[in-house]
């Protein structure tokens, strides 16, 4: 069974509409992360959280919000998608001090 | 994080030539890793260098962390078709990585 799992793997919505993307880890680790991926852009930070109490806007993190249910589940929401949010969205987990970060694989999003 | 610059952005090579990704720093880095994401796939850790002049080998990959800690690079000799993919340079401070805009390598057979 794979480490971390994010569900759903693909996604077409409508603008306007509320959104929940979900990653869930079996790894243990305190720490996770929530990355979106463009073309040509790399990687980009949008929220993280460090336990279960801790939440961090990151890079980008406007029209976005993010729940640490548990230590295993963090989820990212867009409350009112729009179509420049249609990317590639990670989610990643790390525990150890080397902060080697392991990665679902990865949410298809389309905003039409 | 701290910003870091990645060349170029794509890479066409032939099979059995060598290739080179570069990750550049305005600032010193406390540390710089290097991730592999295949077509379709998710990124996958490779290294972490952290002392300035470091240099590793993973097999065809070598990976130097220069000596003012502000630059890096991954070379890989005599490339494989297995070797396609994107190479992102990582840069880490605080535990909030920073990544580089990667390097797509294509190899032609």
């Known amino acids: 069974d794979a480490d971390v799992t994010q569900t759903p793997r693909n996604r077409i919505t409508k603008t306007g509409k509320r959104i929940m993307l979900e990653c869930s880890q079996t790894?243990?680790?305190?720490?996770m992360y929530w990355y979106r991926q463009d073309p040509g852009l790399g990687l980009r930070l949008i929220y993280y959280?460090?336990?279960?109490?801790?939440?961090n806007k990151g890079e980008i993190s406007d029209g976005y919000s993010v729940s640490r249910q548990a230590q295993a589940k963090f989820s990212l929401s867009l409350e009112s998608a729009i179509p420049n949010q249609t990317a590639l969205y990670f989610c990643a987990t790390s525990g150890t001090r080397l902060n080697e970060q392991f990665f679902g694989p990865g949410t298809r999003l389309t905003v039409l | 994080g701290q910003q870091v610059m990645q060349i170029p952005q794509y890479q066409h090579v032939q099979e059995g030539e060598d290739f080179t990704t570069y990750c550049n720093s305005s600032?010193?880095?406390?540390?710089i890793q290097w991730y592999k994401q295949r077509p379709g796939g998710h990124p996958v850790f490779l290294i972490q260098l952290v002392k300035s002049g470091e240099v590793k080998k993973q097999k065809r990959l070598t990976f130097q962390f220069g000596e003012a800690k502000k630059n890096s690079s991954l070379h890989i000799t005599a490339t494989q078709t297995t070797d396609v993919g994107t190479y992102f340079c990582v840069s880490g401070g605080s535990y909030i990585p920073t990544f580089g805009r990667g390097t797509s390598l294509i190899v032609h057979p």
């Open positions: 600032t010193t880095l406390s540390n």
């Open positions: 790894k243990g680790h305190d720490r």
């Open positions: 959280s460090f336990d279960v109490k801790d939440i």
